[in-house]
């Protein structure tokens, strides 16, 4: 069982940074991509970050693409979302995930790729 366990959200100022943490077990990690979704109140979940398991390819919303750098380091399972710029509409609760199927890539990642979620970490942006 894939257990994936997300850290670093908080508040912070518009303008400012943070950086995510995600710390994975029960799979071969290096075998798998890595996405950040996140889900602000009332709204669907959206990638806005994903990385594929030898970090040859990364992928990145439009809205999110010069501010937020993902990264992985296979040898500390462990994938990490580097967010700065941050923006109000950047508020939102930022889940990890793990692609379902080894040594794939979308290039356009979607929830349905992703078999197993993190708890969640809230960021908050204040403006």
């Known amino acids: 069982q894939v257990q994936l366990v997300e850290s670093g959200g908080g508040l912070v100022q518009a303008g400012g940074s943070l950086r995510l943490s995600c710390a994975a077990s029960?799979?071969?990690?290096?075998?798998?991509?890595m996405g950040w979704f996140r889900q602000a109140p009332g709204k669907e979940r959206e990638c806005v970050a994903a990385i594929s398991w030898s970090s040859a390819r990364t992928y990145y919303a439009d809205s999110v693409k010069g501010r937020f750098t993902i990264s992985r380091d296979n040898a500390k399972n462990t994938v990490y979302l580097q967010m700065n710029s941050l923006k109000p509409e950047d508020t939102a609760v930022y889940y990890c995930?793990?692609?379902?199927?080894?040594?794939?890539?979308?290039?356009?990642?979607?929830?349905?790729?992703?078999?197993?979620w993190g708890q969640g970490t809230q960021v908050t942006v204040s403006s």
């Open positions: 995930a793990v692609a379902s199927l080894a040594l794939s890539w979308v290039g356009v990642p979607s929830q349905s790729e992703y078999d197993s």
């Open positions: 029960g799979r071969t990690f290096s075998r798998y991509a």
